[in-house]
């Protein structure tokens, strides 16, 4: 049976027993139980499922849902970014990635790389890393906000300053060539700048859409950061500004 078989197998099963035991898994669908594991680990990360001892149940329907629905927005173009951005991402490397539905795409994208070191202030993208192979992961802390899981405020970025990663990972709300950088929100565009300060290298996740608006708190210019990886090329004005900034265009296909 094709992983994608049986991981539906998984789905179907939970959704008609509500809980279903790792064991009873393995025996029906005849793979190891390591298998089962894998697939649980991978159905977890893309919220159709979640873990619990010896066992898979049905997500948590407390959830939030608005979250969710743009986790559903132009979905090929972020899981083609992050699958380019996991390849940017050597095993053993440390990480800090912020709240976004992009950069919850890149943590599905790496739950296969090992021995990562992953900071985050988003409960979704740590989740997913947290079950990786040799992963450690460390929550931000502070004020957690319903929406999407995400912690934000002073003691978050307190939090971030205690560590300095080979790579940051980030979405945006708007890139503007005149501008740079912008998020909707203060206490987002003030982690995001924290994280830049306490990485190696930063790394901006963005689809094409990003590219055509604008958000009214700029964080950061061009010049601040290393790599873009979009999914369409940008605008020939914005293409020119990350150039000049010395910023490397991935055009992920």
């Not at 990786?132 to 912690?151: F, H, K």
Request: some cysteine; glycine content about 8%; aromatic content about 4%.
């Amino acid at each position: 049976m094709h992983a994608t078989e049986r991981q539906s197998a998984i789905v179907a099963t939970v959704e008609h027993k509500g809980i279903a035991a790792i064991g009873e898994l393995a025996e029906t669908l005849q793979v190891s139980d390591e298998t089962i594991r894998r697939d649980v680990r991978r159905l977890a990360a893309r919220g159709l499922v979640r873990k619990v001892h010896g066992g898979v149940a049905l997500p948590d329907p407390l959830r939030e849902t608005a979250f969710r629905q743009r986790m559903g927005e132009r979905q090929a173009a972020k899981r083609a970014i992050a699958r380019a951005t996991a390849g940017l991402v050597a095993a053993g490397e440390s990480l800090i990635l912020d709240t976004g539905t992009t950069t919850a795409f890149v943590a599905q994208a790496l739950v296969d790389h090992r021995d990562l070191m992953v900071v985050t202030n988003c409960t979704d993208i740590a989740r997913t890393l947290a079950a990786g192979q040799g992963n450690r992961v460390y929550m931000a802390g502070g004020e957690l906000r319903a929406d999407d899981g995400a912690v934000l405020g002073h003691e978050a970025i307190r939090s971030i300053e205690r560590f300095h990663a080979h790579t940051a990972i980030l979405s945006v709300g708007a890139l503007d060539p005149a501008i740079g950088l912008m998020d909707h929100h203060v206490a987002e565009g003030e982690f995001s700048a924290a994280v830049i300060a306490h990485a190696d290298r930063a790394i901006v996740v963005a689809d094409h859409s990003k590219f055509t608006r604008r958000a009214p708190v700029r964080f950061a210019a061009f010049a601040d950061i290393d790599i873009v990886v979009t999914d369409r090329q940008p605008p020939r004005a914005a293409v020119e500004a990350l150039e000049a900034a010395g910023v490397t265009l991935v055009v992920a296909s």
